[in-house]
Nanobody, 128 residues
Framework: EVQLVESGGGSVQAGGSLRLSCGAS????????MAWFRQGPGKEREGVAA???????NYADSVKGRFTISKDNAKGTLYLQMNSLKPDDTAMYYC??????????????????????WGQGTQVTVSS
């Protein structure tokens, strides 16, 4: 069974940093694309960043230059380094895996319905 478990969330002041982690088990980690989504209060779930099998990355415009997605295939862990955090970054952050239609096959990485597996989320709260 594929399991994704997020960690690293918490409360931070605006301008601060956090690093989220997503530990994966139950499958060959390197064989899946991975992504981070988030859902803030009263908002739809939105794509934050994604990383393909080959390491190619995509970012939402709102986080470009501030967030970095990376992975460690040996550890089976996905990361999201979040710098210069803003109150608008406050959300539940979710790890997702496997989006077979994305890229060459017409799917959009920031469409949550493209992704197969999900963690239960970790809360990030940014105060002004």
């Amino acid at each position: 069974e594929v399991q994704l478990v997020e960690s690293g969330g918490g409360s931070v002041q605006a301008g601060g940093s956090l690093r989220l982690s997503c530990g994966a088990s139950g499958y060959t980690f390197s064989g899946y694309s991975m992504a981070w989504f988030r859902q803030g209060p009263g908002k739809e779930r939105e794509g934050v960043a994604a990383i393909a099998r080959d390491g190619n990355t995509n970012y939402a415009d709102s986080v470009k230059g501030r967030f970095t997605i990376s992975k460690d295939n040996a550890k089976g862990t996905l990361y999201l380094q979040m710098n210069s955090l803003k109150p608008d970054d406050t959300a539940m952050y979710y790890c997702a895996a496997d989006a077979p239609r994305v890229g060459r096959f017409g799917g959009s990485w920031d469409n949550q319905y493209e992704w197969t597996y999900w963690g239960q989320g970790t809360q990030v709260t940014v105060s002004s």
